[in-house]
């Protein structure tokens, strides 16, 4: 089992930047990501990596603002810009116990953490 704790959750203005941090209990040698559900709806996928960085994917809402990156085996973090009142939503962290490639497919992760609150106001 791997337990993931995610940090870095704030409530900023529209426009501003938050960096979110994830750090798993061993290492994960396998694709991580991060996940957010907003009030309402269904929890989607942000961002993933692969194993080594190679790869990502970003949902289309968010490319061009966010950034994810792998700082070692088990750190994952998510760089956030230009926010927007609609990136308003808790942020998880996820990684799979096997495969490389950065899948946005929830059923694929099996590790979660608790999720980290960003609330953007207008």
């Known amino acids: 089992q791997v337990q993931m704790v995610e940090s870095g959750g704030d409530s900023v203005q529209a426009g501003g930047s938050l960096r979110l941090s994830c750090v798993a209990s061993?290492?994960?040698?396998?694709?991580m990501g991060w996940f957010r559900q907003a009030p309402g709806k269904e929890r989607e996928g942000v961002a993933t990596?692969?194993?080594?960085?190679?790869?990502t994917y970003y949902a289309d809402s968010v490319k061009g603002r966010f950034t994810i990156s792998r700082d070692n085996a088990n750190t994952l973090s998510l760089q956030m810009n230009s926010l927007k009142p609609e990136d308003t939503a808790m942020y998880y962290c996820?990684?799979?116990?096997?495969?490389?490639?950065?899948?946005?497919?929830?059923?694929?992760?099996?590790?979660w953490g608790q999720g980290t609150q960003v609330t953007v106001s207008s």
């Open positions: 996820a990684a799979r116990s096997g495969g490389g490639y950065c899948s946005a497919l929830e059923s694929e992760y099996n590790f």
């Open positions: 061993r290492n994960t040698p396998a694709s």
């Open positions: 990596i692969s194993t080594y960085g190679g790869s």
